[in-house]
């Protein structure tokens, strides 16, 4: 008695078992797995728009909108210090000034890049660039700090060579990725120019 599906005979030829086969074969060959890059979260990010900071503070320069100023314990180690904080993105800049009149210039230069490379175990690279502006007296150095679990990954040091030392430092609050914090690092370093190109020190 003949097999049927719906009442329609079933016949499975010779032909068709082989052709059966050599798909079968055919799908079960090693396929070649490309994956897929890691993905993010999607961070918003404003529009950069600026104001000043201009107080008793020997320098002055402008800070993003949607970010705020605020003193902590490190005051206590130099009355011109301050934090600029992003609460949206658990991030801060943190500005230390020193007087080259009271500290040798070149050991506060010295410090700041031991500061940088205290970071190289966890970084994959560190990137430096020049800072310079004659008509401002502001020059220095910007560090790129490579690397997925640094702490860091943006320092740099301003001067006018005689009279002001300001150093600052990108950290977050939260556990290190650079990876997926990286739209906000280049973010924050955008903000970082404007501060260092609208810079203005005073009198003193």
């Known amino acids: 008695m003949k097999s049927s599906i719906s009442g329609y005979p079933l016949k499975i030829t010779g032909f068709t078992f082989l052709f059966a086969l050599s798909m079968l074969l055919v799908s079960c060959g090693d396929d070649h797995y490309i994956p897929k890059p890691r993905g993010y979260f999607r961070i918003n990010l404003p529009a950069h ?37 992003y609460p949206g993105y658990k991030g801060k800049i943190h500005l230390s000034y020193k007087t080259v009149g009271q500290t040798n210039l ?9 500061m940088v490379y205290k970071h190289i175990p966890k970084a994959t690279g560190i990137k430096e660039s020049i800072v310079t502006d004659p008509q401002s007296k502001v020059f220095g150095t910007v560090y790129f700090i490579e690397g997925r ?45 404007h501060l260092i190109g609208t810079l203005e020190w005073k009198d003193i």
Not at 56 to 71: C, D, N, W
Not at 165 to 173: C, E, K, P, Q, S
């Open 49 to 85: 728009k600026y104001q000043t900071f201009d107080t008793i503070f020997p320098y002055k320069f402008e800070y993003p909108e949607y970010s705020k100023i605020t003193f902590d314990e490190y005051t206590r180690s130099g009355p011109f210090w301050l934090n600029i904080e």
């Open 106 to 114: 070149n050991n506060l230069i010295e410090d700041s890049r031991t």
């Open 149 to 193: 679990d640094v702490a860091s990954p943006f320092q740099f040091y301003v001067t006018d060579s005689t009279h002001h030392f300001l150093r600052g430092a990108l950290y977050f609050y939260t556990a290190p990725n650079n990876d997926s914090l990286q739209p906000v690092i280049d973010f924050i370093i955008d903000d970082i120019d």
